[in-house]
């Protein structure tokens, strides 16, 4: 069974930066393309950023230039750089597979706010 566990969030200004980290349990995760998520309250949940088992990366052009995705397959963890961040940054953050495919974990939140 796969267990994702995310955190670092907190609350941060315009213009701050957090770094997330999510811990995934299971072989698998040497194998996996991983992504992160978030979710604004009131809004779907939208794909950020992804990368694969290779590190190539991908993101989505709200964060491209300020947010980087990086993995370390030895630890089983993907994490999320988040830099020059914007009110409308503010979500709840997770990490999956691009497909959701992997039991959602609780998320970490991140609010933007002077």
């Known amino acids: 069974q796969v267990q994702l566990v995310e955190s670092g969030g907190g609350l941060v200004q315009p213009g701050g930066s957090l770094r997330l980290s999510c811990v995934v349990s299971?072989?698998?995760?040497?194998?996996?393309?991983m992504g992160w998520y978030r979710q604004a309250p009131g809004k779907q949940r939208e794909l950020v950023a992804t990368?694969?088992?290779?590190?190539?990366?991908n993101y989505a052009d709200s964060v491209k230039g300020r947010f980087t995705i990086s993995r370390d397959n030895a630890k089983n963890t993907v994490w999320l750089q988040m830099n020059s961040l914007k009110s409308e940054d503010t979500a709840v953050y997770y990490c999956?597979?691009?497909?959701?495919?992997?039991?959602w974990g609780q998320g970490t939140q991140v609010t933007v706010s002077s």
């Open positions: 999956n597979a691009p497909d959701g495919s992997y039991p």
């Open positions: 299971g072989s698998i995760f040497r194998l996996a393309t």
């Open positions: 990368i694969t088992r290779a590190s190539y990366t």
